[in-house]
C-alpha cells in the first residue's frame, strides 16, 4: 500500500521561496506518475504540477515560471516542489498524489491519482 508524506511546508513573505518535498513508500514500481496539488479555504482543490516518466512536467496556468516540479528515484521517489516569487494567493494546504502506475504524459487531474498524502500548509503573507 503506498504511502505519501509531505515535508516543507511553512510560512514566507510575499516573494520569497519555499520547497516541498513528498516521501512516498510502499510502491510496488519505482517512478510512479506523480503531482502537486493545493486547496485554498473555500475553494476546490486544484492541480498545481505533475511530472511523467523521462521528466516531462506539466505546469497549472497560476504557477507557470514560479514553481519547478522533479523527482529524485534514487532516493526512494521523492517528489520535490520549488516554489519560488510567491504569492499571497499561493497560501493553501498543499497535497502530494502519486498514480496506481506509470504515465507517459504528465497530468494534474485529480483523477488520474489514486495515493494521496496528509498535506503540508503553506502561508504567503503580504
Known amino acids: 500500500q503506498g504511502q505519501l508524506v509531505e515535508s516543507g511546508g511553512g510560512s514566507v513573505q510575499s516573494g520569497g521561496s519555499l520547497k516541498l518535498s513528498c516521501a512516498a513508500s510502499?510502491?510496488?514500481?519505482?517512478?510512479?506518475?506523480m503531482a502537486w496539488f493545493r486547496q485554498a479555504p473555500g475553494k476546490e482543490r486544484e492541480g498545481v504540477a505533475g511530472?511523467?516518466?523521462?521528466?516531462?512536467?506539466?505546469y497549472g496556468d497560476t504557477v507557470k515560471g514560479r514553481f519547478t516540479i522533479s523527482q529524485d528515484n534514487a532516493k526512494n521517489t521523492t517528489l520535490y516542489l520549488q516554489m519560488d516569487s510567491l504569492k499571497p494567493e499561493d497560501t493553501a494546504m498543499y497535497y502530494c498524489?502519486?498514480?496506481?502506475?506509470?504515465?507517459?504524459?504528465?497530468?494534474?487531474?485529480?483523477?488520474?491519482?489514486?495515493?494521496w498524502g496528509q498535506g503540508t500548509q503553506v502561508t504567503v503573507s503580504s
Open positions: 498524489a502519486a498514480a496506481s502506475g506509470f504515465c507517459f504524459l504528465p497530468s494534474i487531474q485529480q483523477t488520474a491519482y489514486t495515493y
Open positions: 511530472i511523467g516518466v523521462w521528466g516531462r512536467s506539466l
Open positions: 510502499g510502491f510496488s514500481f519505482s517512478s510512479p506518475c
